[in-house]
């Protein structure tokens, strides 16, 4: 559709612009281009009054790219990470990989883009006074897929951790999928920001 189209927010030469038209219907039918996330959690559990990260861990199929979190041309649709947090539990920040450069036939500045499989992490805090118990803790992960020449419809999948709440004071456990967080840079970490309506809602499986 022509609010489709709208959403493929490159800024193409008119050669680009014929192709993408031709291409607008095609990459409607095909949602996020066959990207998939899976969701990690540090610890199996957290004490009340502590801190507990997890991450998304996003697997790009060859050929395509994401729009990076804070990219340099600001017409296009960044990656996003929302949590939905119950009362309780705070979504303190977030945690994006460092892009790669993209040179677009036509495009004078280089696009910051995700490429191949990287993980997004996340700091979650638990109020002290939050009762024990397991959470599910809801959250999206919002992008565009693109190809050299071709944008896919802007996508907005749907996912979930689990963990448990312990009192407060309690011992922590021991870690779990230490390689994955150990690959993410916490250091880079900043406040989450507010994501736009999504475009395509996609729910993956468990």
């Known amino acids: 559709s022509a609010r489709a189209c709208d959403a493929m927010r490159y800024r193409p030469t008119i050669f680009l612009a014929a192709f993408l038209a ?14 998939t996330v899976e969701p990690f959690a540090e610890k199996g ?42 009362a309780g539990l705070t979504f303190a920040t977030v945690t994006f990989p460092s892009p790669t450069t993209f040179r677009l036939i036509g495009f004078d ?3 910051d883009v995700f490429e191949g499989n990287f993980a997004v992490g996340a700091t979650v805090s638990v109020d002290k006074v939050h009762k024990s118990g397991p959470v599910t803790l809801p959250g999206t992960f919002r992008y565009q897929a693109c190809d050299d020449t071709t944008c896919f419809n802007p996508v907005t999948v749907e996912t979930s951790w689990t963990f448990e709440v312990l009192p407060v004071g309690s011992p922590s456990p021991a870690p779990q999928n230490a ?28």
């Not at 990076?68 to 649709?77: E, G, L, S, Y």
């Open 179 to 206: 390689d994955l967080f150990r690959g993410i840079d916490f250091t880079r970490a900043y406040a989450p920001a507010t994501p736009s309506a999504p475009s395509v809602t996609a729910k993956l499986p468990r």
């Open 45 to 86: 559990s957290v004490a009340a009054g502590d801190t507990i990260r997890l991450a998304l861990n996003v697997k790009v199929p060859p050929g395509l790219h994401l729009q990076a979190d804070r990219p340099r041309d600001k017409t296009v649709i960044p990656a996003r990470l929302a949590l939905k947090a119950p």
């Open 22 to 35: 031709a291409t607008c219907a095609t990459a409607a039918q095909m949602p996020g281009g066959g990207v």
């Open 109 to 111: 500045e280089p696009l």
